[in-house]
């Protein structure tokens, strides 16, 4: 029997094959394990399961994808169920697991979540030795999203709680799902203008669109005139009263003028930030700097999304280059996030964590935007997991409210079995 959706395993966000699930029954992976001694409860399975969901509306490409990326998606979810039944859920990285995450996770059955982490006063202070390794390093930090929702349901409390108190209700979200329509449409970019409307009167505060069209799809000046008319027409629709952004997924790549032109040009319209001009490195971020002060730019600058070191953000913020870092939350964790967090506040800069195609992803990014007060606003996909029953969440405002639910607040639904039947399962006990 089919999956309903697109299979993308990626090596990298910028690289991935699509191919869909057909295969029913489970992979069963069973290693010794020894179970604590005390009666607290431990790990005694861990399932993944690729499950489809499915965007608000279809999404075109960006500067990098072979072709548009469509309305239907698929992500591995991770589930580890307890000695007392307590179900944790979470969503895989990137980077797919494979043999060295398999036996990462079979070194993780037989363990009490609560134990992974130092506790001070009721709060979690960082991870305990082993795990600090594993769950602080690039490879498994992914598996922490897990063990939270499990600890927040052993003590009955959000995850945001297990960590300090809430510095803000709401958490300001901005849609990020504003790819290339008009290149998808063969029309112009009046196209990116209809869609930021709908966006606006969708709820939103805030909205990033991409450009980065002479990369590939708009190749040359043709581009660059392109990109400034998205703009342009996206400002026209959707008004001064409202955060734009630009995400350029690395599109200006050795063509630093063409960037200085579209930063000049689109100035007037007030650009929050840009995004992945080009890849980061301390030499041209320097000059673009530089460039925007002499043009009289005042557009920030954001980079980030493929960092796993935090600390590898600091040489840039010492410089004043970036005004905004965007480590992943899929990929790196949430207690990176924080790190970040908490690394970029000496120089006044704000973190607003990347997320694509994972409605998890985005549910942890708020849970760590109640926590600190520069991560101001959340990337919102507009994807939805079938698998999920998020509705404990709210949106009002451009902004959504977190629920004093246990753990992430968010529950299996009720079609999670007949995705495990329809598709691949592999348990780990």
Not at 127 to 154: S, T
Request: glycine share 10%; with cysteine; hydrophobic share 40%.
């Amino acid at each position: 029997m089919q999956t309903m959706c697109k299979d993308f395993q990626q090596t990298d966000r910028r690289q991935f094959l699509k191919s869909s699930a057909s295969m029913a029954g489970a992979i069963v992976l069973s290693p010794m394990s020894t179970v604590a001694a005390d009666s607290r409860p431990v790990i005694s399975k861990i399932t993944i399961c690729r499950v489809p969901g499915e965007f608000r509306r279809p999404v075109a490409m960006n500067a990098y994808d072979e072709q548009v990326v469509g309305k239907n998606g698929s992500i591995r979810l991770v589930r580890a169920i307890l000695s007392d039944g307590t179900v944790g859920l979470g969503v895989e990285g990137y980077v797919p697991i494979k043999e060295d995450g398999l036996q990462f996770l079979k070194s993780m059955v037989g363990v009490d979540p609560e134990a992974m982490f130092i506790w001070e006063g009721g709060f979690i202070k960082g991870h305990r030795p082993p795990y600090a390794a594993q769950l602080g390093g690039k490879q498994h930090c992914w598996f922490e999203m897990v063990l939270l929702d499990l600890a927040g349901k052993l003590r009955g409390q959000p995850v945001y709680k297990l960590f300090g108190a809430a510095v803000r209700e709401g958490v300001d979200a901005y849609d990020g799902s504003l790819y290339f329509v008009d290149i998808s449409s063969g029309k112009g970019a009046e196209q990116v203008g209809l869609v930021a409307k709908e966006i606006r009167e969708d709820g939103y505060r805030g909205l990033k669109i991409k450009i980065g069209r002479p990369w590939k799809w708009l190749p040359g000046e043709p581009g660059v005139v392109r990109d400034i008319e998205a703009v342009i027409a996206a400002r026209e629709a959707i008004g001064f009263n409202m955060t734009l952004m630009a995400d350029a997924n690395n599109g200006y790549q050795g063509k630093f003028d063409w960037a200085v032109r579209l930063l000049k040009e689109c100035s007037p319209y007030r650009l929050n930030w840009i995004e992945e001009i080009f890849p980061e490195t301390l030499d041209d971020y320097g000059r673009l700097h530089r460039a925007l002060q002499e043009i009289n730019a005042d557009t920030s600058v954001a980079d980030g999304e493929s960092v796993r070191d935090m600390e590898a953000f600091v040489p840039f913020m010492r410089a004043g280059l970036y005004r905004y870092i965007q480590p992943d939350m899929r990929t790196c964790g949430f207690s990176k996030i924080l790190r970040a967090a908490d690394l970029a506040a000496p120089y006044r800069v704000h973190v607003a964590p990347h997320n694509w195609m994972s409605e998890m992803g985005k549910l942890a990014c708020l849970h760590a935007a109640k926590l600190r007060r520069n991560i101001p606003v959340v990337e919102d996909d507009r994807y939805h997991n079938f698998a999920l029953d998020s509705s404990a969440y709210g949106f009002r405002d451009g902004q959504w409210l977190v629920p004093d639910k246990p753990g992430w607040g968010v529950e299996l639904s009720p079609d999670y079995e007949f995705f495990a039947r329809a598709g691949e399962e592999i348990v780990i006990t």
